[in-house]
């Protein structure tokens, strides 16, 4: 089975704190992904990672960045929270190179509160 | 960009019901994937569909691909109280590149 899994389950930081979110994965997956989920608005790409070093942007990257040094691990950045950034984040892989269509594995997502 | 339509928003059902959920797009899909989400958990995959007209079950659950490639859907037989939970659809389109569009989900209460 694959297995996703985000550093913190829950978290609460203050505005205008760098607030790091951690992602790794067992399965050797090449292709990882952040998203936002958020009532009523779904499931947002923030951010995705086809290779290691690789990023690029998805539909909301502002406010964001993201590292990938190691295959296994995707992290997510926010530079300076701020309060619109309360949100679950999931983060998800999937196998091969690229864009294919084989499904995304998701973690069990972090509930992040910007006080 | 591509829309997924899942509606209505949530669905009310007594346990025992069949419930059927569907999703719509006016994009042709070449991957229909469905995904359940518990309360505070991350979505799972349950189906995986890959060719027009495919017909795949899991258990209680059946999804099918469309012919049109432009829906899919999803039954559920026999519910039982821990299918409730929140349901989404994916799709990839067509062409090099496509990213992953997801609908918005359908929120499944099962009333025991």
């Known amino acids: 089975d694959v297995k996703v899994t985000q550093s913190s389950r829950y978290l609460v930081k203050r505005t205008g704190e760098k607030v790091f979110l951690e992602c790794v994965q067992d399965?050797?997956?090449?292709?990882m992904f952040w998203y936002r989920q958020d009532p009523g608005l779904g499931l947002r790409l923030i951010y995705f990672?086809?290779?290691?070093?690789?990023?690029e942007k998805g539909d909301i990257p502002e406010g964001y960045s993201v590292s990938r040094e190691k295959k296994e691990r995707f992290s997510l950045i926010l530079e300076s929270a701020s309060t619109n950034q309360t949100s679950m984040y999931l983060c998800?892989?999937?196998?091969?190179?690229?864009?294919?269509?084989?499904?995304?594995?998701f973690g069990d997502g972090t509930r992040l509160s910007i006080l | 960009g591509q829309q997924l339509n899942q509606s209505p928003q949530s669905m009310f059902i007594q346990e025992g019901e069949d419930v059927s959920m569907n999703c719509t797009s006016s994009s042709i899909f070449n991957t229909w994937l469905w995904y359940k989400q518990d309360p505070g958990e991350g979505p799972v995959l349950l189906i995986a569909?890959?060719?027009?007209?495919e017909l795949t079950s899991n258990g209680r659950l059946t999804a099918q691909f469309g012919i049109t490639r432009k829906d899919s859907f999803l039954n559920i037989s026999a519910s039982i109280p821990s299918d409730v939970g929140i349901y989404f659809c994916?799709?990839?389109?067509?062409?090099?590149?496509?990213?992953?569009?997801f609908g918005k989900g359908i929120t499944l209460s099962v009333r025991p």
């Open positions: 399965m050797d997956h090449e292709n």
């Open positions: 994916a799709g990839f389109t067509t062409g090099a590149n496509s990213k992953l569009t």
């Open positions: 569909l890959y060719k027009a007209g």
């Open positions: 998800a892989s999937s196998p091969q190179q690229g864009l294919s269509n084989q499904p995304q594995h």
């Open positions: 990672s086809y290779d290691v070093k690789m990023k």
